[in-house]
């Protein structure tokens, strides 16, 4: 008896929505602009801190781990303790770091194959499931022994497991459109969210299910060119829309295959996650566009005067206004600069900043940074 007649490894991608097809041309297009864009070192190792955070605490969220994020950095950085009772949780998001951190420079290294076997599928569920218990007599890394039921859906016969996971390997190998032409990124991105659908159809381990079809998906994407940082995206989508996930995972099987939502629901939020990505790095640019520009703007001023001024407006707030009673706060150095100074100092200083176009002033509001002038340095478009 068929029991799962959905599990086919096909995917007739001729059915997809053109809409569809436009996200993975940009979610292309995104990874290569985010891949070829130089960072200072502390952005890059911002962007890549905080998208590990995001997606440590999205997938272990997603099953129950009620780490915040910002518990989930203080983790990773050695910062949280927590009582005994609750040291599960922290062994939780041990595990997916260590394993991100493990998997990483072998799935990025020069000549790797970029293949996957049933024996990958199940050291991941070995690594998610590292010194935690688990359930029903189950051993991490290896397939239940025990029909697997979560919520109203039962996974694959026992049985046919070893052999499902096996199929679902030669399927990821095997050929798929365009992995070696223009929109091999585009197409990773398809192979790794189906390849998530067909493991959690498949639902073979005694737990860590979820958390192990994500990683096998983190290490698709990684193995096909997607920048680190933005591997971690779809489990912070699936986190961030945990309802709709849990649906869309259940209308794929209820309606006996019918991929085509699931496809349209991952590859958007992915999308999405790659735009805010890349709005951080623009911003990371513009700040450093606009320091380059301020200190152009003292070049050959050497003077204690000169200092003062510059330091004033690089440590304003960006976006806000400032009183003027506030400005001498913002910064520690700032503080000290004008610490011996009075009111009449910081008159001039900002009336010389006035002059030089880098600071702009609101009688209501106070003062704030100009840097709307290096829009000027953006190329010529029609406003919308």
């Known amino acids: 008896m068929v029991t799962h007649p959905w599990i086919t490894f096909q995917a007739n991608l001729q059915r997809l929505n053109a809409s569809t097809w436009v996200m993975l041309g940009e979610c292309q297009s995104k990874c290569e602009h985010l891949a070829g864009t130089p960072l200072e070192p502390a952005t890059a190792e911002k962007l890549y801190a905080i998208y590990l955070a995001k997606g440590v605490a999205a997938t272990t969220a997603i099953e129950g781990n009620t780490l915040s994020e910002k518990e989930v950095q203080d983790r990773i950085q050695g910062r949280l303790q927590l009582p005994p009772s609750q040291e599960y949780l ?10 991100c951190r493990e998997l990483a420079p072998k799935t990025c290294a020069p000549g790797a194959a970029g293949r996957f076997s049933a024996d990958d599928i199940k050291d991941y569920n070995r690594m998610v499931l590292r010194n935690l218990p688990i359930g029903d007599g189950g051993v991490a890394g290896e397939v239940s022994s025990h029909m697997v039921v979560v919520g109203r859906y039962r996974g694959a016969p026992r049985e046919d497991c070893e052999y ?3 199929r679902l390997c030669q399927w990821l190998n095997g050929p798929w459109p365009d992995m070696n032409g223009e929109l091999l990124i585009g197409s990773a991105v398809l192979k790794a969210v189906l390849a998530h659908l067909y493991l959690a159809w498949i639902h073979p381990f005694a737990d860590g299910n979820g958390r192990t ?19 971690h995206l779809l489990s912070n989508h699936y986190n961030k829309t945990r309802t709709e996930y849990y ?13 085509l939502s699931w496809i349209d629901y991952a ?19 513009y700040e450093v566009v606009w ?3 301020v200190h152009s703007k003292f070049q050959g001023r050497k003077n204690p005067a000169a200092h003062r001024q510059r330091d004033l407006v690089l440590n304003m707030p ?21 610490a011996t100074k009075t009111d009449r100092t910081l008159i001039r200083d900002l009336k010389s900043l006035l002059e030089m176009g880098l600071i702009q002033r609101s009688d209501k509001s106070g003062y ?13 478009r029609r406003a919308i």
């Open 291 to 293: 320091r380059d520009y």
């Open 267 to 285: 590859v958007g939020g992915f999308r999405d996650g790659l735009r805010q990505q890349i709005q951080f790095v623009k911003d990371q640019q």
């Open 164 to 166: 499902l996971l096996e």
């Open 213 to 231: 079809a994500r990683l096998l998906e983190y290490c698709i994407l990684l193995a096909h060119n997607v920048p680190a940082p933005a591997a």
């Open 368 to 380: 704030r940074p100009n840097r709307d002038v290096i829009r000027a340095f953006l190329p010529l």
């Open 318 to 338: 960006p976006n806000d206004w400032t009183t003027f009673s506030q400005l001498t706060r913002t910064n520690p150095d700032v503080a000290r600069e004008y």
């Open 247 to 259: 649906r869309q995972l259940a209308y794929a099987s209820e309606s006996k295959g019918d991929i």
């Open 90 to 99: 922290g062994q939780e998001v041990d595990n997916i770091v260590q394993a």
